[in-house]
């Protein structure tokens, strides 16, 4: 195709725009984020962003120094122009024109990003009592005009002039029109999405900086980037930046104790000093929760667990938390922005990446950072830990005051210190803040068992004669003790309910064959556990498998215990199966003679204990639907100590017992009382 007497000219080779232009930003924070680059870099003081829902279209005005023509294809069009390369003087920083600053553009590439969201390019662009230019720019046309058998070519491809008309911004500055989007969907809360982002893609944006970015009319503030208010410790360098953050953790006096100055001057090999090569400025804070940090579906993208790296005002690098592999908890509730200028200086090599949001990282200075930052992490971490030790139990007791009156009446006074450490690995623990009032119950109940262990230790210190000394102490394990088991009955009920629930027979059956044997106190609440007697357990139960196979009885499982006060055997049998009165005895005294005459007649201090046989069946022996005649079988069977209940039955006065037991005690116990005063308060 022939260029001549093209007014405007792009040299570039296919592979240039593949690799550097239409693949070359991911998402179009990083596109706009370049448009507004250059606007910094022509010493504009204000730029607008205005989002065109209907038309699907987006337009970036600034009124910085606009081009002329020769700017516009010697330098803008100019696909890789290298102003601080071109006009750098050596001994010299290169600085804007008009304002001085120190621009943010180094590849000449950031205009090829917009590729990446659109096809079309409007841009209108005047001087300061010049003409008007404006060109459309159009993907499909390039590609058109470059050789795609020899993409490596270079060719010239010519922008279309159009009608600068009223889109010429006034006096001087550029306006670009971003038309025919890839994919992008222009709606409200996208557009709310992209002001967010955008607020956190700059630290320049502001008076202080003179440069104004407006978003469909309305400036964007630090307040934007919404995410200071999120800070509970903030580690902040060479600045102050706890001024932003309105959630610090504060100490009683409401003073902010979560602001920590760190040392910011590091040497090559990124450890601290004062006369260090290197210097940043920036902050890494830790957020009160770790789902604070959370992109959410509706913020795809839009993570904060990160630590970006700012350079010249512009984010160089979205994340370098993600390069340390830490481990813990505490790396979920970091993010930070650490600026570097020192990455990016004009008489040293350009180490950012072709896409301008990563950094090279085989470079002296980056591997400098890499290793300062290393330190610091490991350094926040440990000094967050202490810190959250110490807020811990004074957010506990400030926002619970059952928690505090027990606090307070710690005695001894040194006992505090216990209570300090748990409440603060409760805090440290990021427990929800809903499961926060349990949690607090459970670290009482914890503090209480210690607390015992330690009495225990010393109660050979205690004076009886020092009366109230001494009920006291008795009173703590009277209410420790009362406590525990309340707790134990309340995980048994719920054993329990879940038997009652099935009604699944088979289920049931299954269940109790598994459970009954170690689990005493579903035949009795008063065998708590089962004394281990291991030999002679063995031995009776082989007896037992002996006797079953005469008797050629249909048997589930028959098993021997020893509890604190009797020999007891356990026999479950099939719910399929139904015996008589008289099988079941006869079987049973068999096994209580066998236990006493085989197994208990030479063991000393055992024979004398009482033995009881609990038959568990699924279905009455035959007769018993009579209750006269199951009344007289039952007292005729407890002469021998033998006891028969069916599977509901077990269940059933189980769950009566017990729940009897804790109405009976519903209201007693001082521990009892404060932990669900502590549970169930609601803060006002």
């Given at each position: 195709?022939?260029?001549?007497?093209?007014?405007?000219?792009?040299?570039?080779?296919?592979?240039?725009?593949?690799?550097?232009?239409?693949?070359?930003?991911?998402?179009?924070?990083?596109?706009?984020a370049e448009v507004i680059a250059n606007a910094w870099d022509a010493d504009a003081t204000r730029v607008d962003v205005d989002f065109d829902l209907e038309q699907k279209a987006i337009t970036v005005t600034d009124n910085g120094c606009g081009m002329t023509?020769?700017?516009?294809?010697?330098?803008?069009?100019?696909?890789?122009?290298?102003?601080?390369?071109?006009?750098?003087?050596?001994?010299?920083?290169?600085?804007?024109?008009?304002?001085?600053?120190?621009?943010?553009?180094?590849?000449?590439?950031?205009?090829?990003?917009?590729?990446?969201?659109?096809?079309?390019?409007?841009?209108?662009?005047?001087?300061?009592?010049?003409?008007?230019?404006?060109?459309?720019?159009?993907?499909?046309?390039?590609?058109a005009a470059i050789d795609v058998e020899n993409p490596s070519a270079v060719r010239r491809y010519a922008p279309e002039p159009i009608n600068a008309g009223s889109d010429t911004p006034k006096n001087c500055g550029t306006r670009i029109r971003i038309t025919?989007?890839?994919?992008?969907?222009?709606?409200?809360?996208?557009?709310?999405?992209?002001?967010?982002?955008?607020?956190?893609?700059?630290?320049?944006?502001?008076?202080?900086?003179?440069?104004?970015?407006?978003?469909?009319?309305?400036?964007?503030?630090?307040?934007?980037?919404?995410?200071?208010?999120?800070?509970?410790?903030?580690?902040?360098?060479?600045?102050?930046?706890?001024?932003?953050?309105?959630?610090?953790?504060?100490?009683?006096?409401?003073?902010?104790?979560?602001?920590?100055?760190?040392?910011?001057?590091?040497?090559?090999?990124?450890?601290?000093?004062?006369?260090?090569?290197?210097?940043?400025?920036?902050?890494?804070?830790?957020?009160?929760?770790?789902?604070?940090?959370?992109?959410?579906?509706?913020?795809?993208?839009?993570?904060?667990?990160?630590?970006?790296?700012?350079?010249?005002?512009?984010?160089?690098?979205?994340?370098?938390?993600?390069?340390?592999?830490?481990?813990?908890?505490?790396?979920?509730?970091?993010?930070?922005?650490?600026?570097?200028?020192?990455?990016?200086?004009?008489?040293?090599?350009?180490?950012?990446?072709?896409?301008?949001?990563?950094?090279?990282?085989?470079?002296?200075?980056?591997?400098?950072?890499?290793?300062?930052?290393?330190?610091?992490?490991?350094?926040?971490?440990?000094?967050?830990?202490?810190?959250?030790?110490?807020?811990?139990?004074?957010?506990?007791?400030?926002?619970?005051?059952?928690?505090?009156?027990?606090?307070?009446?710690?005695?001894?006074?040194?006992?505090?210190?216990?209570?300090?450490?748990?409440?603060?690995?409760?805090?440290?623990?990021?427990?929800?803040?809903?499961?926060?009032?349990?949690?607090?119950?459970?670290?009482?109940?914890?503090?209480?068992?210690?607390?015992?262990?330690?009495?225990?230790?010393?109660?050979?210190?205690?004076?009886?004669?020092?009366?109230?000394?001494?009920?006291?102490?008795?009173?703590?394990?009277?209410?420790?003790?009362?406590?525990?088991?309340?707790?134990?009955?309340?995980?048994?009920?719920?054993?329990?309910?879940?038997?009652?629930?099935?009604?699944?027979?088979?289920?049931?059956?299954?269940?109790?064959?598994?459970?009954?044997?170690?689990?005493?106190?579903?035949?009795?609440?008063?065998?708590?556990?089962?004394?281990?007697?291991?030999?002679?357990?063995?031995?009776?139960?082989?007896?037992?498998?002996?006797?079953?196979?005469?008797?050629?009885?249909?048997?589930?499982?028959?098993?021997?215990?020893?509890?604190?006060?009797?020999?007891?055997?356990?026999?479950?049998?099939?719910?399929?199966?139904?015996?008589?009165?008289?099988?079941?005895?006869?079987?049973?005294?068999?096994?209580?003679?066998?236990?006493?005459?085989?197994?208990?007649?030479?063991?000393?201090?055992?024979?004398?204990?009482?033995?009881?046989?609990?038959?568990?069946?699924?279905?009455?022996?035959?007769?018993?639907?009579?209750?006269?005649?199951?009344?007289?079988?039952?007292?005729?069977?407890?002469?021998?100590?033998?006891?028969?209940?069916?599977?509901?039955?077990?269940?059933?006065?189980?769950?009566?017992?017990?729940?009897?037991?804790?109405?009976?005690?519903?209201?007693?116990?001082?521990?009892?009382?404060?932990?669900?005063?502590?549970?169930?308060?609601?803060?006002?």
């Open positions: 195709m022939s260029n001549q007497g093209s007014k405007y000219y792009m040299t570039i080779s296919l592979n240039v725009l593949n690799h550097m232009g239409l693949n070359l930003y991911s998402n179009t924070p990083a596109v706009l023509r020769d700017d516009v294809n010697g330098k803008y069009l100019y696909v890789g122009y290298q102003k601080r390369l071109h006009e750098y003087k050596e001994g010299e920083e290169f600085l804007t024109p008009k304002l001085g600053r120190r621009p943010m553009g180094r590849k000449g590439i950031g205009k090829l990003s917009l590729f990446s969201i659109a096809n079309k390019i409007r841009v209108y662009t005047c001087v300061a009592g010049g003409g008007a230019e404006a060109f459309l720019m159009d993907a499909e046309k390039i590609r025919d989007l890839k994919k992008l969907r222009i709606t409200d809360a996208a557009v709310v999405g992209l002001r967010r982002r955008i607020a956190r893609r700059f630290s320049i944006i502001g008076e202080t900086a003179q440069f104004s970015v407006n978003i469909n009319g309305t400036p964007i503030t630090l307040a934007d980037r919404d995410y200071f208010h999120k800070a509970r410790f903030i580690f902040q360098y060479g600045d102050d930046y706890a001024t932003q953050c309105s959630k610090l953790e504060k100490d009683e006096d409401g003073n902010k104790t979560g602001a920590i100055s760190r040392p910011f001057v590091f040497d090559s090999e990124g450890k601290v000093s004062k006369d260090g090569r290197y210097k940043i400025k920036g902050w890494i804070a830790i957020a009160w929760r770790s789902n604070d940090l959370d992109g959410g579906r509706e913020t795809e993208n839009d993570n904060l667990n990160k630590i970006t790296i700012v350079v010249r005002g512009k984010v160089a690098q979205e994340d370098i938390l993600q390069e340390f592999r830490l481990g813990g908890m505490i790396t979920k509730y970091m993010f930070g922005e650490i600026e570097a200028d020192f990455l990016d200086l004009d008489n040293q090599p350009d180490i950012a990446t072709s896409g301008r949001q990563s950094i090279t990282e085989d470079n002296e200075r980056y591997e400098a950072l890499m290793s300062f930052v290393k330190s610091e992490l490991k350094a926040i971490w440990t000094q967050t830990n202490t810190l959250k030790e110490r807020a811990g139990l004074r957010h506990a007791i400030s926002s619970n005051p059952y928690l505090k009156q027990w606090y307070d009446a710690l005695r001894p006074p040194n006992l505090k210190k216990f209570a300090n450490k748990i409440f603060g690995d409760i805090d440290k623990a990021g427990i929800d803040e809903s499961e926060r009032q349990n949690a607090y119950v459970n670290g009482v109940m914890l503090f209480e068992h210690l607390k015992m262990n330690h009495a225990m230790e010393l109660i050979d210190d205690i004076d009886v004669t020092k009366v109230d000394e001494f009920l006291s102490y008795l009173k703590d394990v009277d209410a420790l003790e009362a406590e525990h088991y309340r707790q134990i009955v309340e995980e048994r009920l719920g054993v329990i309910r879940k038997l009652r629930q099935s009604v699944d027979e088979d289920a049931k059956e299954r269940i109790l064959q598994e459970y009954i044997f170690d689990h005493l106190f579903l035949l009795d609440p008063g065998w708590e556990r089962a004394t281990q007697f291991e030999d002679m357990e063995r031995r009776m139960e082989e007896m037992l498998k002996t006797n079953n196979k005469r008797l050629r009885l249909d048997i589930r499982f028959t098993k021997y215990r020893r509890v604190a006060a009797a020999h007891v055997i356990v026999e479950l049998k099939r719910r399929s199966v139904t015996v008589t009165k008289q099988e079941l005895e006869s079987q049973v005294r068999g096994y209580i003679e066998a236990l006493r005459n085989g197994l208990l007649g030479s063991s000393k201090g055992n024979a004398d204990l009482p033995i009881q046989a609990i038959c568990i069946v699924g279905n009455l022996p035959k007769g018993w639907s009579d209750k006269g005649t199951r009344l007289l079988d039952e007292n005729s069977l407890s002469t021998y100590g033998i006891r028969v209940i069916t599977y509901d039955e077990l269940i059933d006065n189980a769950y009566i017992a017990y729940g009897k037991f804790l109405e009976a005690h519903q209201s007693k116990g001082i521990l009892r009382d404060l932990m669900e005063q502590i549970r169930n308060y609601v803060p006002g």
